[in-house]
């Protein structure tokens, strides 16, 4: 198993880097083999060679630092995502692979291309709210936070369903987007430890297995009680 | 006319607020709505000096009134902390003569890092002190480059910039300009050579973008770094801090001012430095501004020392979602060599809106517990099973660590005849839920 945390010292919001720890510890409780890559800006990556990649979420002014060098990956993150192998790209991350991000001083920036959406930015007002969101196959909704200035347009495959927080074109909605085993969210920090029963179901499809073993998760499933129900009576409020 | 009514309200219902004990922004708020370019109107004293960044404006602030009353001045300050466009209203306004004119030499103001560019709008600050920019409140605030740009805009050109050197992103503020006036740490026995830490804010220089480099660091992306592509480098410092010792309790400026701490943190220092530096610059000798620094035990509430049965403790206010002010805490009381035990507490993130965000967990060096006079640890509150997941993720075992659901059960499982000192690490939003249950001195 081969995994990769792309830009792991740029695109690193807040706790990013707790995904992998998290995705490491399950696959190390199940005993299956793994090797965890680090790489950034100007290192060669060869794409194909993963089982996993992972992206996270950065400054507006970082995201268009990576993008020089993640539009070098153009074809191989294409045929990876075609492949169904497992891309999950956070915060503004996954905005790259739409075709443009057009910036606060209305500067257009051309994006992978791999999907139609577009995105526009702006720098008044920060854009935060913490989240719920439901997805189809899932019982368990997740929870999380999201920070970001800007809206999307021309998503046609949404990962969720908003039941609380900001979609991709504003309040409520839907959210990210999702083709094949790529999943892209605005959902920042370390949503795979927030959310035990989403990193259960990635590691499900990574190791091609529905019987992982789960029995240590017992704090992050606690933690995780306690803010859907946090979240909840929030909810219930408005 | 206008002027006067909106001046006599303001003074009103600061009076009758501060008898129903309510904070100081509203009769600001009041002010600004009947007439919003008030701040304008007024006649200001010859020194305005601003205060802002992510941690420390508080502190500095009260420090820097200190010393100046102290020195003969009549200063006019935030005492209360309200340091958005509100609270700088109130105060101005309440300071001043029903004509309009602030009786006070200097007018002293803490601003809110993303607010400055609303208060400075109407007011241009003769001096202007940027602490330090952190990953801070990032619930609100974005990130510290959005603080950036958001404080790039409450800047004047005629104002006096009064720099922290050691950080490369307020160092920012001041890059091709001649006329700034930079503070910093010089080296420390303390420094590492090598990052320490979860994330480094330094890796990448946030002027170009390539890859920077340090030859030290004092703590997180705090110390001497430089960019070879485009030049941006710690500037060398018109007020230093030329020696330090935490254990001893001492910092010496400049060679010559030696300054005793009641706080022993660099934090500390670094505060008192920014309030030396402004009290320079207002003509105050070094000699005269020492034994005002000397020993100064901050009124803010922010360290409270108290008792637990026979046990002695300090709560250390630490602000959530704040990485850098935690890993100042767990830093206190990892040095204090003759034991400890260490509470944290993360009940409610933030007393002043609801979130559930614990991302900022993540990015908290809890490693730096790990230590052999660190006896016991106990994670507390709403978010207990967050802090254990994300304690379980250190090397720290797990014997030493007790997970409890309410801020009076660890009061309960703290009372005990250890011999241990007690640190509570916890925030605004929590800390009374705490204190309220033991004896504070």
């Given at each position: 198993m081969k995994l990769l945390h792309l830009y792991h010292d740029i695109m690193n919001l807040y706790g990013e880097y707790g995904n992998m720890r998290i995705l490491t510890r399950m696959l190390e409780k199940n005993k299956i083999d793994y090797e965890l890559d680090c790489l950034s800006v100007g290192d060669a990556v060869q794409v194909a060679d993963y089982d996993f990649i992972y992206a996270g979420s950065g400054t507006e002014r970082n995201q268009k630092y990576v993008l020089p060098h993640l539009q070098t990956?153009?074809?191989?993150?294409?045929?990876?995502?075609?492949?169904?192998?497992?891309?999950?790209?956070?915060?503004?991350?996954?905005?790259?692979?739409?075709?443009?991000?057009?910036?606060?001083?209305?500067?257009?920036?051309?994006?992978?291309?791999?999907?139609?959406?577009?995105?526009?930015?702006?720098?008044?007002?920060?854009?935060?709210?913490?989240?719920?969101?439901?997805?189809?196959?899932?019982?368990?909704?997740?929870?999380?936070?999201?920070?970001?200035?800007?809206?999307?347009?021309?998503?046609?495959?949404?990962?969720?369903?908003?039941?609380?927080?900001?979609?991709?074109?504003?309040?409520?909605?839907?959210?990210g987007i999702r083709f094949k085993n790529f999943f892209g969210t605005h959902l920042t920090g370390p949503l795979l430890i927030k959310n035990p029963y989403f990193l259960d179901y990635l590691t499900t499809i990574l190791c091609k297995n529905n019987a992982l073993d789960h029995s240590w998760m017992e704090e992050e499933k606690a933690a995780y009680e306690v803010t859907l129900g946090k979240l909840g009576e929030r909810l219930a409020q408005s | 006319m206008k002027k006067f009514i909106t001046i006599i309200v303001c003074k009103l219902l600061r009076f009758v607020g501060k008898i129903l004990g309510k904070g100081s922004s509203m009769p600001g708020k009041v002010a600004l709505k009947i007439c919003p370019d008030i701040l304008n109107r007024i006649n200001l004293p010859p020194y305005i000096i601003a205060v802002t960044g992510s941690n420390g404006k508080t502190s500095t602030v009260e420090m820097i009134a200190h010393v100046l009353t102290a020195n003969g001045k009549k200063v006019a300050w935030n005492k209360e902390g309200s340091n958005q466009i509100e609270g700088v209203t109130t105060l101005v306004l309440d300071s001043c003569t029903l004509g309009g004119r602030v009786k006070a030499d200097i007018l002293l103001i803490?601003?809110?890092?993303?607010?400055?560019?609303?208060?400075?709008?109407?007011?241009?600050?003769?001096?202007?002190?940027?602490?330090?920019?952190?990953?801070?409140?990032?619930?609100?605030?974005?990130?510290?480059?959005?603080?950036?740009?958001?404080?790039?805009d409450s800047i004047h050109d005629e104002t006096q910039l009064i720099l922290n050197a050691d950080d490369p992103y307020v160092s920012c503020f001041g890059y091709g300009k001649k006329e700034v006036v930079w503070f910093g740490v010089g080296e420390l026995s303390t420094d590492t050579t090598e990052f320490s830490g979860v994330y480094h804010d330094g890796a990448y220089c946030p002027h170009c973008k390539?890859?920077?480099?340090?030859?030290?660091?004092?703590?997180?992306?705090?110390?001497?770094?430089?960019?070879?592509?485009?030049?941006?480098?710690?500037?060398?410092?018109?007020?230093?801090?030329?020696?330090?010792?935490?254990?001893?309790?001492?910092?010496?400026?400049?060679?010559?001012y030696e300054i005793t701490l009641a706080l022993k943190s660099l934090y500390n220092i670094y505060n008192i430095l920014a309030a030396f530096t402004v009290a320079s610059l207002t003509g105050i000798p070094g000699e005269k501004i020492t034994p005002c620094l000397n020993n100064y035990v901050l009124k803010n509430g922010r360290v409270v020392t108290f008792a637990l049965g026979s046990r002695r403790g300090t709560l250390l206010t630490s602000k959530h979602e704040n990485s850098i002010s935690y890993n100042q805490s767990l830093r206190i009381a990892a040095a204090d060599w003759e034991g400890c035990d260490v509470l944290i507490i993360v009940d409610a993130i933030s007393r002043k809106y609801f979130t559930g965000d614990v991302s900022w967990l993540w990015d908290i060096d809890f490693q730096l517990l790990h230590q052999e006079n660190v006896r016991r640890i106990l994670l507390a509150g709403t978010y207990c099973h967050d802090l254990a997941v994300r304690f379980s993720f250190t090397d720290i075992p797990g014997e030493k660590i007790q997970v409890l659901d309410t801020v009076e059960a660890a009061v309960a499982a703290l009372d005990n005849d250890r011999k241990e000192k007690i640190y509570v690490i916890t925030c605004f939003s929590d800390k009374g839920k705490f204190l309220s249950r033991v004896k504070m001195d």
């Amino acid at each position: 198993m081969k995994l990769l945390h792309l830009y792991h010292d740029i695109m690193n919001l807040y706790g990013e880097y707790g995904n992998m720890r998290i995705l490491t510890r399950m696959l190390e409780k199940n005993k299956i083999d793994y090797e965890l890559d680090c790489l950034s800006v100007g290192d060669a990556v060869q794409v194909a060679d993963y089982d996993f990649i992972y992206a996270g979420s950065g400054t507006e002014r970082n995201q268009k630092y990576v993008l020089p060098h993640l539009q070098t990956l153009k074809e191989e993150l294409s045929q990876y995502i075609e492949a169904g192998k497992i891309l999950l790209m956070t915060g503004n991350s996954f905005e790259l692979l739409g075709s443009s991000i057009t910036d606060a001083q209305g500067k257009n920036w051309q994006g992978l291309g791999l999907f139609p959406f577009t995105v526009k930015e702006q720098n008044r007002t920060r854009t935060t709210a913490d989240a719920v969101f439901t997805m189809e196959g899932m019982e368990h909704p997740l929870v999380g936070f999201i920070n970001k200035c800007g809206t999307i347009e021309g998503i046609d495959l949404p990962l969720f369903q908003v039941k609380m927080g900001l979609g991709n074109e504003g309040r409520g909605g839907v959210e990210g987007i999702r083709f094949k085993n790529f999943f892209g969210t605005h959902l920042t920090g370390p949503l795979l430890i927030k959310n035990p029963y989403f990193l259960d179901y990635l590691t499900t499809i990574l190791c091609k297995n529905n019987a992982l073993d789960h029995s240590w998760m017992e704090e992050e499933k606690a933690a995780y009680e306690v803010t859907l129900g946090k979240l909840g009576e929030r909810l219930a409020q408005s | 006319m206008k002027k006067f009514i909106t001046i006599i309200v303001c003074k009103l219902l600061r009076f009758v607020g501060k008898i129903l004990g309510k904070g100081s922004s509203m009769p600001g708020k009041v002010a600004l709505k009947i007439c919003p370019d008030i701040l304008n109107r007024i006649n200001l004293p010859p020194y305005i000096i601003a205060v802002t960044g992510s941690n420390g404006k508080t502190s500095t602030v009260e420090m820097i009134a200190h010393v100046l009353t102290a020195n003969g001045k009549k200063v006019a300050w935030n005492k209360e902390g309200s340091n958005q466009i509100e609270g700088v209203t109130t105060l101005v306004l309440d300071s001043c003569t029903l004509g309009g004119r602030v009786k006070a030499d200097i007018l002293l103001i803490e601003s809110d890092e993303r607010f400055a560019r609303y208060t400075f709008n109407y007011i241009t600050p003769t001096h202007y002190v940027i602490t330090n920019l952190y990953r801070d409140q990032l619930t609100r605030n974005g990130h510290p480059e959005w603080v950036y740009d958001a404080l790039l805009d409450s800047i004047h050109d005629e104002t006096q910039l009064i720099l922290n050197a050691d950080d490369p992103y307020v160092s920012c503020f001041g890059y091709g300009k001649k006329e700034v006036v930079w503070f910093g740490v010089g080296e420390l026995s303390t420094d590492t050579t090598e990052f320490s830490g979860v994330y480094h804010d330094g890796a990448y220089c946030p002027h170009c973008k390539q890859p920077m480099s340090y030859s030290c660091y004092h703590y997180d992306h705090i110390g001497f770094y430089q960019c070879e592509h485009c030049g941006l480098k710690r500037n060398d410092t018109a007020y230093t801090v030329t020696a330090a010792d935490l254990e001893a309790g001492r910092a010496v400026i400049n060679g010559q001012y030696e300054i005793t701490l009641a706080l022993k943190s660099l934090y500390n220092i670094y505060n008192i430095l920014a309030a030396f530096t402004v009290a320079s610059l207002t003509g105050i000798p070094g000699e005269k501004i020492t034994p005002c620094l000397n020993n100064y035990v901050l009124k803010n509430g922010r360290v409270v020392t108290f008792a637990l049965g026979s046990r002695r403790g300090t709560l250390l206010t630490s602000k959530h979602e704040n990485s850098i002010s935690y890993n100042q805490s767990l830093r206190i009381a990892a040095a204090d060599w003759e034991g400890c035990d260490v509470l944290i507490i993360v009940d409610a993130i933030s007393r002043k809106y609801f979130t559930g965000d614990v991302s900022w967990l993540w990015d908290i060096d809890f490693q730096l517990l790990h230590q052999e006079n660190v006896r016991r640890i106990l994670l507390a509150g709403t978010y207990c099973h967050d802090l254990a997941v994300r304690f379980s993720f250190t090397d720290i075992p797990g014997e030493k660590i007790q997970v409890l659901d309410t801020v009076e059960a660890a009061v309960a499982a703290l009372d005990n005849d250890r011999k241990e000192k007690i640190y509570v690490i916890t925030c605004f939003s929590d800390k009374g839920k705490f204190l309220s249950r033991v004896k504070m001195d």
